[in-house]
């Protein structure tokens, strides 16, 4: 057993109390800290790892490698930022999975250490809990949505719909059943001989562009779940085709291409939102993960509020991609709730919702 439950009563006396989580997040190719001051972020440090850049992709030996060096400084400015003392946290958050074995294992050996050095609760995290509950945290550049929600975690490894009843009452309604929705992107955005992550880059081209230049199929799957390896292939075909014809096409119609590829993702992701409500009656939509950051996908939820009546909810852009204030939140609201790791907690690249 892997957590351990402290009577709630014996937490829900420090409520009035200051709470300072020091969270770590290095589930894949970002090495990330926080600190927070119960539900606010008192500082959020995220280092990128450019050196995937060069091979087109994250190279997991090298994430892990890189998160070695990054963590120590990574934390300590974090609690530099927030201007505490280590003395003054009261636990540590750490993301326990799905990921990247390798750079997991960085985060939670590191996780576990401080907390055993400091004497201090120790708190696991599921990464896709983290993006869905991102919205709790409290900032004024984002609005907290009552529950029930469903919730769209869109990121380079998920794409799930999610019904939220509660903080941990959740049900995932579907997924993708092969593709992640940023590894189409990203996919889409090498076939154009664009660099590693090219989802923002594939999202600037698309603004000057036509979306209705040319017509991608979309994957007919379950009404919830979603395919995009299909997209990949028809992508592939279409560019070799029209490169036949001309060498440059690509060069020619960068933007045409972009924008094209950009709504039949949306709309796709529209199509699903709209068939999530359909069967569960609910509403209200939250987004989470890395292609949150999308201009496409928060024009058409924006555009959702007048037209379809939902209630819509975009976590500040901080919080989208990967980062460790979402790994707080999750360990401030666990801790609350009395859950806490015990020592022998590992880390694990598949780790169930
Ligand atoms: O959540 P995240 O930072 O890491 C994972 O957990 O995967 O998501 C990264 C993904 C990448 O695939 C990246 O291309 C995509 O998010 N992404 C975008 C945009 N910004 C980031 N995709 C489309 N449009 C964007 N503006
Ligand atoms: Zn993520």
Redesign the pocket.
Known sequence: MSETFVPATSNRSVLNKDIFILAIES??DDTAAAVLHNDKVLSNVVANQEIHRAYGGVVPELASRAHQQNIVPVVDQALQRANIDKNQLSAIAFTQGP?LMGSLLVGTSFAKSLSLGLNIPLINVH??H??ILAHFIQDPEQKIPDFPFIAL?I????TQIVLVSDYFDMQVLGETIDDAVGEAYDKSAKMLGLPYPGGPLIDRYAKDGDPEAFAFPKPKVEPLNFSFSGLKTAILYFLEQQQAKDPDFIAHRMNDICASIQKTIVDYLMEKLENAVAQTGVKRIAIG??VSANSGIRAALAQSESDKGWQTYVPKFAYC??NAAMIGIVGYLKFLEGHQANHSVAAKSRLSF
């Open positions: 589930s894949c990921g990464h896709m983290a993006h975690t990121s380079g490894g998920h993960g890395g991609t990967d």
